[in-house]
């Protein structure tokens, strides 16, 4: 039995409309988040297309061949698909905004009174960056 990480352009339609089309939404608004980070610096891309092209594996197979065929990202999206991970130089990027956006929300964004949402805020901050540096590295053999 083959696993996505064996065939990642695997397409796997859900069978219930209710359930296909909730897919296809949020793979739309995923799609919609990341095309905001190709513009807005601090907001990042590839994570969002990640999602999305993982909403649109289970509704739709021509949005699916869409994304990663898309010049843009298409590439760093089939390429994390089959295992390879995120580029250093993405990962690097990601991780220090993230670090920087949540470290400025939680130290100047929020009042001070709010302590516990400042440490809600910073812990939410320390997670993604840990996600985003402990993912595999895509040193760009094969």
């Known amino acids: 039995m083959t696993s996505e990480r064996d065939n990642p352009d695997r397409v ?37 297309m990640l999602l999305a092209a993982a909403c649109f594996a289970r509704s739709s197979e021509r949005f699916y061949n869409w994304l990663i065929s898309n010049p843009l990202f298409g590439e760093g999206v089939r390429r994390y698909r089959a295992g390879h991970g995120i580029r250093p130089r993405v990962k690097f990027a990601a991780a220090s905004l993230a670090g920087l956006s949540t470290s400025y929300s939680a130290l100047f964004g929020i009042p ?31």
């Open 12 to 48: 796997k339609i859900s069978r219930n409309s209710l359930t296909r089309t909730l897919w296809f939404v949020l793979g739309g608004l995923f799609v919609g988040i990341g095309s905001i980070g190709v513009l807005l610096p601090g907001l990042p891309t590839t994570p969002f």
């Open 112 to 142: 001070a009174e709010h302590i516990s949402l400042r440490v809600f805020v910073a812990a939410v901050g320390v997670f993604g960056v840990w996600f985003i540096l402990s993912r595999q590295t895509d040193r760009g053999e094969d």
